[in-house]
């Protein structure tokens, strides 16, 4: 049975966007939480496109259970790691820079990896448990870096969905960067192929835990309001996509939501074993039969994953006034 948020969550009560202050008008009525079974809406600017999560808990923690962790990437994890240095190989036009600083960077593995390729490395984690275990430089929130620490590169990969204030957010970043550093950042894409095909029972609303939701649009528009300007787009993060198609298609066919992608990271489920086996055949199936959507989601430019490279001061001043022509 599912069930709407208690009390320990709070209503939406400006109905206003949190970046561009425009109203916001209802999306999807009832979105799921596998982990809860509680139901959230997502709500729509009607200027910017930034989607919001409605209601948003007080309390986020009861969210991120173990159950949610699990194995972040599953067996795809050294391929992540890899692809992402490349995308910062290309942000920094192939040289390696000095900082990198990591928001959200869970275990550490990519901080570890970036370690390796010639970066000094920085982390900020909430739940910073395993990376410290590793003996990274970690801190739990940003406002803990000091104000002389600087970075020639950001990474947020898919961290800046989960995070409450993201305005403030922005402003850390201009702090943080150094006058030529770039700023990355990967999100699920609110406007791309998957999310509009498949509505509701998108893998990648992931509710509430994405408070937000950013499609090409509305990220460069909360970029220009901090000053940034985009550089360099990518439409892909290939697992990412494949399984935003098959898992999503099999909350269509299946009553039970995001089995297949549990099965394969490694996420502990009590689902029965014919659950859990009809699923991951299924799963395996599609996830063959998503190439070819994968592939023209990449060609469209509208793909189950946005990267953005950014840097920090140009034309755009930060003013809400400068706003609408440097989006539009």
């Not at 990437?73 to 240095?85: A, D, E, P, S, V």
Request: net charge positive.
């Amino acid at each position: 049975m599912y069930k709407r948020p208690g009390c320990a969550v709070k209503h939406h009560m400006s109905e206003k966007c949190v970046i561009c202050g425009d109203e916001l008008r209802s999306h999807y009525r009832e979105v799921l939480d596998p982990l809860t079974h509680e139901l959230f809406a997502v709500f729509r600017c009607g200027r910017c496109g930034l989607g919001h999560t409605v209601p948003q808990p007080r309390d986020l923690a009861p969210y991120y259970t173990p159950a949610y962790y699990g194995n972040r990437h599953g067996f795809t994890l050294r391929h992540c790691i890899k692809r992402r240095l490349r995308f910062v190989a290309a942000a920094m036009d192939g040289g390696t820079g000095k900082r990198l600083l990591d928001i959200g960077c869970g275990d550490g593995s990519f901080l570890l990896a970036a370690r390796e390729a010639g970066w000094e490395i920085m982390g900020t984690e909430l739940n910073p448990q395993l990376a410290l275990a590793t003996g990274l430089d970690i801190k739990e929130a940003l406002e803990q870096i000091p104000p002389s620490d600087q970075f020639d590169c950001i990474t947020m990969w898919h961290t800046l969905e989960h995070m409450r204030d993201i305005p403030s957010v922005a402003t850390q970043m201009a702090r943080l960067l150094k006058p030529a550093g770039r700023l990355i950042i990967a999100v699920p894409d609110y406007d791309g192929l998957q999310a509009n095909t498949f509505r509701e029972r998108w893998l990648h609303l992931d509710v509430p835990r994405h408070l937000y939701h950013f499609g090409a649009g509305a990220l460069q528009h909360w970029l220009a309001l901090g000053g940034f300007s985009v550089e360099r787009k990518w439409h892909q993060e290939f697992e990412y996509d494949l399984l935003g198609w098959s898992q999503s298609a099999l909350n269509y066919i299946l009553p039970y939501r995001n089995v297949f992608f549990d099965c394969i990271t490694g996420r502990r489920k009590d689902y029965s074993s014919l659950v859990t086996a009809l699923s991951f055949v299924l799963g395996s199936l599609l996830t063959v039969l998503a190439l070819p959507a994968v592939i023209m989601g990449t060609l469209l430019k509208r793909g189950g994953t946005l990267v953005i490279v950014a840097h920090y001061g140009s034309s755009f001043t930060g003013r809400r006034a400068n706003i609408q022509t440097a989006v539009s």
